[in-house]
């Protein structure tokens, strides 16, 4: 397996490495040094960051980008990229929802996104392993036979071109499925690496290692403080780290997991697999499997595996951890396809919004030039590529029939349903339960090497790791976005925070918004610093 230390000058938010990291050379600049002006500065070097960035340069507009890290450390750098107009939620929940004439502008929207990205790798010379195959949504076990006849018609009727199957190729032990025609996969940091050669041949310029530490409708400063004066600003950090309260009472954070397993290459038929999810689990967000095949070498193909997601933070709730659910996954895969042995497994996080799609355009509550991307849920690679493209027409005054469905300040809290209530009222209880007064103490000596636990000490708490020289590391335990208490996670060794999932290394450096300032931070190094939470 794969890992990195966990340090913010890394390549990715978490210990492990995914395939697409270890397989493509990461896109660095150097860093922003003065300051400058330009149309519109993009915070952020994900897919939607980036797609946005091409797009503008493409209508004529003069592009900045910063990225805190290198391009593609986020989310984007452990997706597993399967590119679908077949939704992770279902199109009878969105036709309900939205009505039909709206879900069929979804249905466009996604299908739009693949087309571009395949005229985009060919026009611009990517080689991102792009390849057009067949999706296959099979029945889980807890999931009722009718669902699957419920999908058919309403995906029909949105103008998706599925089928309905019952002999699946490559897997074992799924009998009813539906067929996707025309779905597709990518490699996307070779992807995202394409574009960003695209973006600086054309006079774009992308600053890596640069973090906006400010950001309004006038521009961003850096944390090193140099300024980006923008008539237009796309802040595309995957959750929206300008937008303090409004967005983050719509969306709700999830981990999920993946594993990569070798298959001889050729042994099973090239496809994308889904499951329907487990309702045993959660009847409203049914957490469902995922996989695809990946090339690897000349002999053989990494089969990656997706699944056993949790809200970020309440791993415990299941009582299973972090780190057991990479084996609940490796068993789920050996029971349906032949792999050998393991050799990736690493976890990233997806924002579920309250109605299923994707928030991309002006920013709530902001000045009319400012934009975001947010609330992918699981299908990120084609939210971001839409984000590109609607984003591109609102800033150059073009009609967009996309507009309304994924403006950020719709709120379809009701005919959402009971999903979102559930897992809003749940943040706000943890919110309240997890402030310091009836917190729990643990002693420091208790905390195995390796692992972090909060401590409350006179009275405040703090995140303490313990690293494998006994010392310890200790942070302000109250998340700076909104104070709710961060978690350890074991896994990736960072300090993930259960409200609206901001993440921190065990230095206390943001590792994901929509916190954006670092935890306070000190070691048992630096007892100077000691009073540096009073
Ligand atoms: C395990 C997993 C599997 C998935 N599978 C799929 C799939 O099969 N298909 C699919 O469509 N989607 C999938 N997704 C979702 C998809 O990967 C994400 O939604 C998508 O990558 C998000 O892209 P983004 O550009 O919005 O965010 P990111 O890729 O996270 O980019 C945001 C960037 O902003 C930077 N940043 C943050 N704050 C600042 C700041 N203050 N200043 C400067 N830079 C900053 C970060 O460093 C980061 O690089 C999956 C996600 C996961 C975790
Ligand atoms: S992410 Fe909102 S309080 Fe931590």
Redesign the pocket.
């Known amino acids: 397996m794969k890992d990195q230390e966990n340090t913010k000058t890394s390549v990715t938010?978490g210990r492990h490495i995914s395939c697409w990291l270890d397989s493509s050379e990461p896109f660095i600049t150097a860093p922003l040094h003065e300051d400058i002006e330009t149309d519109v500065v993009v915070?952020?070097?994900?897919?939607?960051?980036?797609s946005v960035a091409y797009n503008l340069m493409q209508a004529g507009k003069k592009v900045v980008v910063?990225?805190?890290?290198?391009?593609?450390?986020?989310?984007?750098?452990?997706?597993?990229?399967?590119?679908?107009s077949a939704l992770d939620d279902r199109y009878y929940d969105l036709m309900r929802i939205f009505g039909e004439e709206q879900t069929k502008h979804v249905a466009e929207s996604h299908k739009a996104a693949i087309d571009f990205i395949e005229r985009t790798a060919k026009q611009e010379n990517i080689d991102c392993d792009f390849e057009r195959l067949d999706g296959y949504l099979f029945l889980h076990p807890t999931d009722k036979e009718e669902s699957l006849e419920k999908e058919l018609k309403a995906a029909q009727k949105a103008g998706v071109e599925v089928e309905s199957f019952s002999v699946m190729p490559g897997i074992k032990d799924a009998s009813r499925a539906l067929k996707f025609h025309n779905q597709a996969q990518f490699h996307?940091l070779k992807y995202l690496n394409g574009l960003c050669k695209a973006l600086v041949e054309r006079g774009a310029k992308i600053y890596t290692g640069?973090?906006?530490?400010k950001?309004d409708h006038k521009g961003?400063v850096t944390k090193e403080g140099f300024t980006v004066k923008a008539d237009f600003v796309v802040v595309?950090?995957?959750t929206p780290?300008n937008n303090k309260y409004v967005m983050h009472l719509k969306q709700y954070p999830y981990r999920?997991?993946?594993v990569g397993a070798k298959v001889k290459k050729g042994s099973i038929a090239k496809a994308l697999w889904w499951d329907t999810g487990d309702f045993s689990q959660n009847a409203d967000i049914a957490p469902y499997h995922?996989v695809?095949l990946q090339k690897l070498d000349n002999e053989y193909d990494l089969l990656i595996c997706?699944g056993e997601d949790h809200p970020v933070g309440l791993a415990e709730q299941d009582k299973i951890s972090e780190e057991d659910r990479y084996g609940l996954l490796e068993y789920w895969m050996r029971q349906r396809f032949d792999v050998e042995h393991i050799v990736y497994q690493?976890?990233?996080?997806?924002?579920e919004p309250m109605d299923s799609l994707g928030y991309i355009g002006r920013n709530p509550k902001d000045e009319p030039n400012v934009f975001i991307?947010?609330g992918?849920?699981?299908?990120?690679?084609?939210?971001?590529t839409i984000a590109g493209m609607l984003i591109t027409d609102l800033i150059m005054g073009k009609e967009n029939p996309w507009e309304k469905i994924y403006d950020p300040s719709r709120f379809k809290l009701f005919s959402s349903g009971k999903t979102y209530f559930k897992e809003l009222i749940g943040g706000m209880i943890n919110y309240l339960k997890q402030r310091p007064k009836d917190a729990k103490s643990v002693e420091l000596l208790s905390i195995p090497a390796g692992q972090g636990k909060i401590v409350e000490i006179d009275g405040k708490k703090f995140g303490v790791y313990r690293d494998k020289k006994d010392l310890f590391h200790m942070v302000g335990a109250e998340c700076t976005h909104m104070k709710c208490i961060i978690k350890w996670n074991g896994d990736e060794q960072s300090w993930d925070c259960p409200c609206h999932g901001s993440r921190f290394t065990k230095e206390g450096k943001?590792l994901?918004?929509p916190a954006?300032d670092d935890l306070a931070y000190y070691t048992n190094e630096m007892d100077e610093k000691a009073g540096i939470n009073d």
């Open positions: 938010s915070i952020g070097g994900g897919i939607a960051g980036i910063v990225e805190d890290g290198n391009i593609g450390s986020g989310e984007t750098g452990r997706t597993t990229a399967h590119l679908v996307p640069t973090k906006a530490d950001i961003i595309a950090t995957n780290v999920t997991y993946v995922y695809r997706g690493w976890s990233g996080q997806v924002l991307v947010t992918d849920s699981g299908n990120g690679m084609t939210h971001g943001v994901n918004g954006n």
